[in-house]
């Protein structure tokens, strides 16, 4: 899962490009979230037409270098390859499609013919991405209003820079530049601003993520050293774009959680020089919700995992992170939905452990209040939308990605926002039947 677009030169592309069987209902493109033509843009780069296999690439996933350099391959095309039940290595798809795409960039073109419709798209992620593309592409005038002062989303502020480096996705925006889509930054929308969309626009696509996180409430949450994961990476990113400075971590890290977040925010913390990592997490390692790889990536660097411990207690001195009190869990027989259960175990005393960082992984949520900004209702863990349309309960009112599905990947949400914009053109085509007003 480790690669930049910078690793796979033409030659090597070749080599790897030449082991590829061709197969019929190629398996790779089917475990592809955005069913990716792989065969068919490998046959294109063996038969030295670059630019092709560019367009093949981009015309179902227009964050094709993005993708090509961030996606789980392991566990999505080349899991699925069909080299890897005769024994040998998959093709490296993922490092294929990110060399092609960075070697022939390509421009999006406008759409030959417009519509009078238009949508506002809220966040500029993959599914926002993903949805203004595919509408432009069907005519549909898209304008995306972000509230940072950049486009991208977690792949531009919160991945790690040593596995998703800005490249990618500035190759992928480049291309958007005449395409006609519209974007405005700095435009954090409200709950009068999606009215306001509502009445002006003949759709709205509301694509802005998972930016809450579960946390503990628990005394110390505030102490200097304690992080929210999200908050922690974004430093980290940021720092390594040299705007500035990254999180002071001390000597000994803990990270608490046992999903790729967790993962991500231990390798990090490794990588920024904190001699002791460990990742403490309530149940065992089978159970951790993490990918293998990042796991596997995690223990090459030395990190550590205490398994069925949980953080009892904040210790502070004078709002400074001083330690933690860690119990031991055991499992109990009960599982729930499929999961072992576990209560502490009460044989085993609670032990303190000196650190100087504390980060909690918890998992993502919808941002608190967010759901009564969109005008929906509030007990909803992810935002309610009608599972074939992609439509919220209130009228014109879209969404998909990680706001919808909970926890994703970058071509899901990106796929997702292209099935919901398809979706879109035809509830505009409707209205447009009924006699709806549009432009
Ligand atoms: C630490 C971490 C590592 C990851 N690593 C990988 C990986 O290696 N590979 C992979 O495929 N996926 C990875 N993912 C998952 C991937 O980043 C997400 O699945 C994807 O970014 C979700 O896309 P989205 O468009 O739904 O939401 P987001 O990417 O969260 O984008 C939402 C956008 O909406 C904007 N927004 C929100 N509210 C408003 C508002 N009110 N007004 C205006 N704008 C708003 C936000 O600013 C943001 O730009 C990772 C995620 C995390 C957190
Ligand atoms: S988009 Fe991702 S999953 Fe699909 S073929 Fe490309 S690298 Fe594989």
Redesign the pocket.
Known sequence: MLRTTTNFGFSQALVEAQRCLSCYQAPCTQACPAKVDVPGFIRRFREDNLRGASELIYESCPLGCT?GT???TSVLCEGACVLTQLGQTPIRIGSLQSFITASSPLEEPPPKQKSQSKVAI???????IGCAVQLNRLGVQAEI????RQP????TH???AH??PAEPMETDLMRLQNSGIRFHYN????AAKVNQFLNEYDAVFA?????GENQPHQTGMQAAGVYAA?EF?QQARSAAFGDGTPPQLGKRVLVVGGG??AL?AAVVAKRLGAEQVLVVYRRSKEEMPGWESEYLEACSLGVEFRWLSVIDEIITNQDQLQAVKISQMRFVSASLGGRRWVEHDSEIPVYTLHCDTLIFALG?TL?EG?QE?MGLQKNAPLLPVNEGSFQTPRPGLFSA???VSG???????MSA?MKAAREIAQYLQSQDTKGGQHG
Do not use: H, K, W
């Open positions: 993708c961030a996606c789980p809220i966040g500029s992620g993959p599914a926002g209003f972000e509230r940072d991208g989303g977690m792949v919160v991945i790690p596995r998703l435009q954090e929308v409200n694509g802005i993520g998972l930016g999200l990476l790729n977040v991500d993502q941002e967010i900004v990605g990680e706001a926890g994703s990947t970058i071509v899901a949400c926002g």
